[in-house]
T-cell receptor, first 111, second 117 residues
Framework: DAKTTQPTSMDCAEGRAANLPCNHS???????VYWYRQIHSQGPQYIIHGLKNNETNEMASLIITEDRKSSTLILPHATLRDTAVYYC????????????FGPGTRLSVLP | GAVVSQHPSWVICKSGTSVKIECRSL??????MFWYRQFPKQSLMLMAT?????????EQGVEKDKFLINHASLTLSTLTVTSAHPEDSSFYIC?????????????FGPGTRLLVL
């Protein structure tokens, strides 16, 4: 699976949009981009995933660049409860494979 | 989204005893479940892949005789930490795959915190 690079930490003001970048310059054509987050002492929570089109759900939006070498997760109106570690994972189409977690980005939403 | 549960949520045991952790997919069937371990301030590390009806596949460095995995049904996988020692104290998390094809999503349980005294 392609390696991802994320900033170690980010701050965001409550109520503002949080934009979390992820670089995956070696991504292959059949690899999806997934985002999970982990709130302290809990299991990871699925947020969103996409292949090449931008995606939106009730939690967030995922913007993938045209060359697919990077993506941005957008939390439109961050709340204090969005404080967590956010993981960007790219994953090949292989039914037997697990998700490999990097260090992620620690997002702190500040009041 | 799909729901995965774990039981117990936390456990304290004496050194040398065995501890069993259950992982259940509540509203979907999971032919494959995964077990992860997470130490403080570190990311999740995969321990093993559990396939229903067959032997688990362990990652390098994970002792299969110490961490016994059973995946007896499409909704239940168990991890037994045998002869637990203080260094086994960690946050154990399971996940199950929902869906088919390449875009299947993996859903995670809430985790089990193990403290070995």
């Amino acid at each position: 699976d392609a390696k991802t690079t994320q900033p170690t930490s980010m701050d965001c003001a409550e109520g503002r949009a949080a934009n979390l970048p992820c670089n995956h310059s070696t991504i292959s054509g059949n690899e999806y981009v997934y985002w999970y987050r982990q709130i302290h002492s809990q299991g990871p929570q699925y947020i969103i995933h996409g292949l090449k089109n931008n995606e939106t759900n009730e939690m967030a939006s995922l913007i993938i660049t045209e060359d697919r070498k990077s993506s941005t997760l957008i939390l439109p109106h961050a709340t204090l409860r969005d404080t967590a570690v956010y993981y960007c994972i790219v994953r090949v189409l292989n039914y037997g494979q697990n998700f490999v977690f990097g260090p992620g980005t620690r997002l702190s939403v500040l009041p | 989204g799909a729901v995965v549960s774990q039981h117990p949520s936390w456990v304290i045991c004496k050194s040398g005893t065995s501890v069993k952790i259950e992982c259940r997919s509540l509203d979907f069937q999971a032919t494959t479940m995964f077990w992860y371990r997470q130490f403080p301030k570190q990311s999740l590390m995969l321990m093993a892949t559990s396939n229903e009806g067959s032997k688990a596949t362990y990652e390098q460095g994970v002792e299969k005789d110490k961490f016994l995995i059973n995946h007896a049904s499409l909704t239940l996988s168990t991890l037994t930490v045998t002869s637990a020692h203080p260094e086994d104290s960690s946050f154990y998390i399971c996940s199950a795959r929902a869906g088919a094809g390449g875009s299947e999503t993996q859903y995670f349980g809430p985790g089990t915190r193990l403290l070995v005294l």
